[in-house]
């Protein structure tokens, strides 16, 4: 079998693509956990000076997209993480996290629901591991909180 060549773009959050797999991503988890969890990430908010946004192509065609903000000192949170083609979420994954790196990040940390059990196990398997809840997830026990050192 030929290797998929997945490419990618580091886009704003308003990219027509990037917008119409959010919206794919928002259908797929309120089916999983009936919220599209789209209030977790506004758009108009994003600052491309701390943050970073990617899609991923594969053919020409949008795969996989991701976000990541600023949460705090050398420590982004990823957000909208979405693939609908095997093998284009760890590439996207590696790459923000290199882009994360390039603009001084030290850490990732990211919540998912737990009940989302594909995204915890491919998390995990992607050397997140979980760790304490931050921000608004403090004492909600239906997500889970992940975290994984960049650099070291």
């Known amino acids: 079998m030929e290797s998929m060549k997945f490419e990618h773009k580091k886009v704003e959050p308003s990219n027509e693509n990037f917008q119409l797999l959010v919206a794919e991503l928002n259908r797929s988890l309120s089916q ?26 594969l053919n020409k065609f949008s795969v996989a997209c991701g976000v990541f903000r600023y949460y705090q000192n050398e420590v982004c949170e990823l957000k909208r993480m979405y693939s609908n083609t095997s093998g284009a979420g760890s590439y996207l994954l590696e790459q923000l996290e290199c882009y994360a790196v390039e603009k001084g990040y030290k850490k990732a940390v990211l919540s998912t629901r737990r009940v989302n059990l594909k995204a915890v196990n491919f998390y995990q398997r992607n050397s997140y591991s979980e760790s304490r809840a931050y921000g608004k997830y403090v004492g909600v026990k239906r997500s889970i909180c992940l975290s994984k050192v960049l650099v070291t």
Do not use: M, R
């Open 32 to 57: 999983i956990t009936g919220d599209s969890g789209e209030s977790s990430f506004l758009p108009e908010v994003f600052d491309s000076s701390k943050g970073g946004c990617i899609v991923v192509y």
